[in-house]
C-alpha cells in the first residue's frame, strides 16, 4: 500500500492524464479521417473534378493538421507534468 507522502497516487493520477491525452489525440485523428471519408465519397467528390479533389484534401490536410497541433499541446502537456519530480 502506498502512503501519501510517497506520491504513488499522484504519479498513477499523471500517467492516467497522460494516456488519457494520447488516446484523445489517436481517437481526434481517427475520427476526423472517418468523417472526411466518409463525406468524401458520399458527396462524390471521388469521381468529380480534379480540382475539386485537391481543394477537399487540401483542406482534409489542413484540419487534420490542426487536429494534431492542438491535441499534441495537450500531451506534451501532459507529458511535462508527469515529468516534475514528486516533493516529498
Keep these: 500500500m502506498t502512503s501519501p ?21 489517436v481517437l481526434g485523428v481517427v475520427i476526423l479521417d472517418a468523417v472526411a471519408m ?3 465519397y458520399a458527396l462524390h ?5 480534379d ?3 485537391t481543394i477537399f484534401v487540401a483542406v482534409w490536410t489542413f ?4 487536429t494534431v497541433a492542438f491535441l499534441l499541446k495537450r500531451v506534451r502537456m501532459a507529458r ?4 516534475r519530480p514528486v516533493k516529498r
Excluded at 5 to 25: I, N, P, V, W
Excluded at 45 to 49: K, M, S
Design 5 to 25: 507522502t510517497d506520491g504513488g497516487d499522484a504519479s498513477a493520477a499523471r500517467r492516467r492524464t497522460l494516456r488519457q491525452a494520447t488516446l484523445h489525440l
Design 38 to 40: 466518409g463525406l468524401y
Design 45 to 49: 467528390i471521388a469521381t468529380g473534378p
Design 51 to 53: 480540382r475539386t479533389r
Design 63 to 66: 484540419a487534420t493538421a490542426v
Design 80 to 83: 511535462l507534468v508527469t515529468r
